[in-house]
């Protein structure tokens, strides 16, 4: 078995190839997996692009979008895709706090990648 240890720099790398194409954010109101799945569905709700920051130290931080959520949902993940709809899923995570929304309401994400050596 090969055990592979990567540099910050080599990390670096990696998390900017990542953010070059995972530019839009998206809710989930369950793990998204390796597939995207459980997206927020409803009306008004719409990934929102990021800007990224340069990646430093083994992560690299966005900015802040607000994504709109759907009454009656709660938010538990976020994901990353290559488009504003369909498209290629890259990562995603639990977000710092569930969320439950009884009516039309506005999420407030910054995301961050974050790697390891």
């Known amino acids: 078995m090969t055990n592979t240890y990567f540099s910050d720099l080599g ?32 009306a008004g709700y719409a990934r929102a692009q990021t800007t990224w920051s340069p990646a430093s130290g083994s992560a690299q931080p966005g900015s802040q979008v607000t994504i709109t959520v759907p009454a009656s949902t709660t938010v538990a993940y976020f994901g990353l895709w290559d488009s504003e709809s369909g498209g290629n899923y890259y990562c995603g995570g639990p977000l710092p706090n569930q969320e439950t929304y009884t009516g039309i309401g506005a999420y407030q994400l910054t995301p961050n990648l974050e790697g390891s050596g």
């Not at 194409?21 to 390796?34: D, K």
Request: with cysteine; charged share 10%; net charge negative.
């Open 11 to 42: 990390v670096d790398v990696a998390l900017t190839g990542i953010s070059d194409l995972a530019v839009w954010c998206s809710l989930h109101t369950a793990s998204p997996g390796t597939t995207g799945a459980n997206e927020v569905p409803g």
